[in-house]
């Protein structure tokens, strides 16, 4: 095995192999013009890259708003490229100064204005005239609420919306009314505008959609559709009392009216449309074409799905409302209402937008818009709101007097008749169905029967109904205080459960008057159930006992109003009270100083007395029971056998 040994040799080798590396290094090391090159080169590099990728990421991503737009630098060669690409024929608008988030403010003596530069719309609306229950302003468009677009394609195959878009704002008069001229332009000559025509102490926007030269720039043979949509906020102290009379109600194919669903979510698609209303209870929201839209998608979604959380909005309306071009340019004329729900109001525009106002239908509308609505304005004319209540329902009790006459007259011949029909029915205790017969040929005779005096009753229905609509839809009543009530179109809490505690079915508070008219009821209930019950007899074999029933009623309806009106309008509660005070002042005089039951026995025999001939009513009935006891005499006879 050879032995290493150490090479000096090698040694030196690599040592002068080292320093030959270095030399070369120094003497091909840069000079400092060559250094300074060099990163000047870098950074150019880097500044290359970077514009590489922001190029990359603005030619890829979607720009779909004009906010996108303007972040876009017009000076930037490139990036102006890419507004073309985006935008075509509507970039111009984007390059001009009125390119930003700007607002026109505008005011007549009923109305407050903005119309935003980004879109061309309205971007608040405040009513001058009103305030909620907490003293603020009333708006109907305000912090994003609403959004009011038209979506077209272009003939280069671009989709755009108006939203998105930026207009040149102008404000001019023309005589006393304020024009305010909203335009998306494509030069200095061609543009699409909205146009808005303010008058003075008008809640009516004339509003035209129109464009000029845009004919070879809009896609007519594509959808052009106009979309709003509406967040309604909440004005009243309840908001679920509000959200019952906010709804969306349309008239269509003529004089049509209808509405989308009061408490659900719905969706209509609707054709020849000629106004449509995002009613706020006591506030509207209305469109009003000059000619019907041919064809409106409208739909209603309910936001308050918790009282105690949703109390900011009630309902998102929406509608897609296709456009038709002429000659290739937008020309569509429509009026734009901002205003109280007020009947008055609106039956000054003389286009049916009254009936927006929901006062009841058929009969029960009518009753109100013939007789409540000019009634109770001629007397709110010269008398306090609930004097005027109260005047009302005097007159109404007044003329639905004979009613209770005629139902106290007929409980007072059935009270006499008592002590023959307990005869009879003893008689023929075996016999319901002869029973019956004799009954009915007794009460005939003497001109006396259950049903004259449930028919009266029936005829009061009407009325309350129409009254039951009227009140809670009586834009007069609104803010008008009475007693302790600061609000006859909301309810009279007298005291407020404190720590947000609340009664389901009944509410977080106590109101006074549905207290006060319960207590009426029941006194009144009590008297007159008492005397029904005293004149009835025993109940018939399969038949439920009434006399049961009318006593739990005694009960169940002022519990009922109790409950239920604690959170309605407490005008409606003080007409209840006071017309059920009224119902048993009437009832006292008339069953101690207008009825006498020695005469009313005496018209009782003399009727007797007379051969009575069978209305057409009375004999089908009593031959009816004459088939049904032969019938029952046959099945008796085959069981016999």
């Not at 979309?227 to 906020?233: S, T």
């Amino acid at each position: 095995m050879e032995e290493k040994k150490f090479d000096i040799n090698s040694v030196i080798g690599f040592i002068l192999l080292f320093g030959i590396m270095i030399w070369y290094f120094y003497q091909n090391q840069p000079t400092p013009e060559e250094l300074e090159a060099q990163k000047q080169a870098e950074t150019e590099k880097v500044v290359a890259e970077e514009k590489a990728k922001k190029a990359e990421k603005v030619l890829t991503t979607k720009i779909t708003t004009a906010e996108d737009y303007s972040n876009v630098s017009a000076s930037d060669s490139l990036q102006q490229i890419v507004i073309q690409n985006k935008l075509g024929a509507f970039a111009y608008a984007s390059t001009l100064p009125s390119a930003t988030d700007a607002t026109t403010d505008v005011e007549t003596e009923l109305l407050a204005l903005k119309f935003n530069n980004k879109g061309g719309h309205l971007s608040e609306v405040r009513l001058k005239a009103f305030v909620d229950n907490d003293g603020a302003p009333i708006y109907l468009v305000k912090d994003g609420n609403t959004n009011f677009n038209i979506n077209f394609s272009t003939t280069d195959n671009r989709v755009l919306n108006t939203e998105s878009l930026y207009f040149q704002p102008t404000v001019s008069k023309s005589g006393d009314n304020t024009i305010v001229s909203m335009r998306l332009k494509v030069s200095e000559t061609r543009y699409l505008e909205y146009r808005y025509d303010l008058k003075p102490n008008d809640y009516m926007i004339d509003f035209s959609i129109k464009s000029q030269g845009l004919d070879n720039v809009v896609n007519s043979s594509q959808e052009i559709n106009l979309d709003w949509k509406l967040k309604g906020y909440s004005h009243d102290e309840s908001i679920s009392y509000e959200n019952r009379y906010t709804r969306l109600t349309y008239q269509h194919e003529g004089d049509k009216i209808d509405k989308l669903a009061q408490m659900n979510d719905d969706e209509e698609l609707v054709s020849d449309v000629s106004w449509l209303s995002y009613r706020q209870h006591f506030f509207s929201s209305i469109l009003v074409p000059d000619s019907p839209f041919k064809s409106v998608k409208m739909s209603s979604i309910d936001l308050v799905k918790d009282e105690e959380i949703d109390t900011v909005f009630t309902k998102l309306y929406a509608s897609k409302i296709p456009l038709t071009l002429t000659g290739g340019d937008f020309n569509k004329s429509m009026g734009l209402y901002f205003g109280p729900t007020d009947a008055k109001t609106l039956k000054v525009y003389d286009k049916n937008l009254e009936e927006s106002i929901p006062f009841g239908w058929g009969i029960f509308g009518w009753i109100n818009k013939a007789v409540f609505i000019p009634l109770f304005g001629f007397l709110s004319g010269f008398l306090p709101y609930g004097i005027a209540i109260i005047v009302m329902t005097i007159l109404v009790k007044i003329l639905l007097s004979f009613v209770q006459y005629k139902q106290f007259l007929s409980q007072a011949k059935m009270k006499i008749l008592k002590p023959e029909l307990d005869a009879i029915r003893a008689k023929y205790k075996d016999n319901k169905l002869k029973s019956q017969q004799e009954t009915m040929a007794l009460q005939n005779k003497a001109g006396a029967s259950p049903l004259s005096g449930c028919l009266p009753g029936l005829m009061q229905i009407p009325v309350f109904y129409a009254l039951f609509m009227f009140f809670p839809t009586a834009f007069d009543l609104r803010q008008k205080s009475f007693l302790w009530a600061d609000d006859l179109s909301s309810f009279d809490s007298i005291y407020d459960f404190p720590n947000g505690f609340s009664i389901p079915f009944y509410g977080d508070h106590i109101s006074l008057f549905p207290i006060l008219a319960a207590i009426a009821i029941f006194f009144y209930m009590k008297m007159t159930t008492g005397q029904q019950t005293a004149m009835q007899g025993p109940p018939q074999e399969g038949m439920p006992d009434m006399s049961k029933m009318m006593k739990y009623m005694i009960y169940f309806s002022p519990i009922l109003m109790l409950v239920f009106f604690n959170n309605y309008a407490s005008g409606l509660s003080l007409y209840y009270f006071i017309s059920n005070l009224i119902s048993i002042g009437i009832m006292l005089v008339i069953k101690n100083y207008i009825i006498d039951e020695e005469k009313v026995l005496a018209k009782i025999q003399v009727s007797k007395s007379k051969p009575k001939k069978q209305n057409r009513f009375q004999k089908k009935m009593a031959d009816m029971m004459e088939q049904a006891e032969k019938q029952k005499q046959v099945q008796q006879r085959n069981k016999k056998k």
